[in-house]
T-cell receptor, first 115, second 115 residues
Framework: AQSVSQHNHHVILSEAASLELGCNYS??????LFWYVQYPGQHLQLLLK??????LVKGIKGFEAEFIKSKFSFNLRKPSVQWSDTAEYFC?????????????FGKGTKLSVKP | DTEVTQTPKHLVMGMTNKKSLKCEQH?????MYWYKQKAKKPPELMFV???????INESVPSRFSPECPNSSLLNLHLHALQPEDSALYLC??????????????FGAGTRLSVL
């Protein structure tokens, strides 16, 4: 079955620390890749996406992600986190194995940034 | 504008009640989705409508009944729910389900409590 794995359940960082959240998926075919963020009490917001082309994609709020096809990975990075980055981060993948592309989410990583 | 509007924001209902959740988008998107999100879990796909036709039903119990009256509106009719159905119900929309069109934008959700 197609699946998405996020390595860390809860990450705690101090402000200005660098961030990397891991995401791996199980499928070797065509995929679209996404990172969403859910701030406390708010809705899911799209941080960035990868469809094709440059494997290093830049998103909003200083986030970036790198698609490594050989590793089936799409890790999220930010050089210097802020307290306002405290949120739940979800990796999501569209798998195009059939006629429909369902969006499958990883279990999420909770990021807590200490001021 | 990437806004998906869901009403109501909160809903409390008894197990014998009938209620409806509403979702609206004015982005011209032709695919709309219902997800269920339990606390500290990722969203789980329930239904997908593509061009106002139900294209995916992820084995959801019949006490949940979706409806897509037109391309901008999506309803979820609820009847005889169980306490375990308490969750955040998210609506999303995208241009379509095909490659390069399946960027999903989410509403804020309806937080449902079943007593």
């Amino acid at each position: 079955a197609q699946s998405v794995s996020q390595h860390n359940h809860h990450v705690i960082l101090s402000e200005a620390a660098s961030l990397e959240l891991g995401c791996n998926y199980s499928y070797g075919g065509t995929v679209n890749l996404f990172w969403y963020v859910q701030y406390p009490g708010q809705h899911l917001q799209l941080l960035l996406k990868y469809f094709s082309g440059d494997p290093l994609v830049k998103g909003i709020k200083g986030f970036e992600a790198e698609f490594i096809k050989s590793k089936f990975s799409f890790n999220l990075r930010k050089p210097s986190v802020q307290w306002s980055d405290t949120a739940e981060y979800f990796c999501a993948v569209n798998f195009y194995g059939g006629s429909q592309g369902n969006l499958i989410f990883g279990k999420g990583t909770k990021l807590s940034v200490k001021p | 504008d990437t806004e998906v509007t869901q009403t109501p924001k909160h809903l409390v209902m008894g197990m014998t009640n009938k209620k409806s959740l509403k979702c609206e988008q004015h982005m011209g998107h032709r695919a709309m989705y219902w997800y269920k999100q339990k606390a500290k879990k990722p969203p789980e796909l329930m239904f997908v409508y593509s061009y106002e036709k139900l294209s995916i039903n992820e084995s959801v119990p019949s006490r949940f009944s979706p409806e897509c009256p037109n391309s901008s509106l999506l309803n979820l009719h609820l009847h005889a729910l169980q306490p375990e159905d308490s969750a955040l119900y998210l609506c999303a929309s995208s241009q379509g389900q095909g490659l390069a069109k399946n960027i999903q934008y989410f509403g804020a959700g309806t937080r449902l409590s079943v007593l």
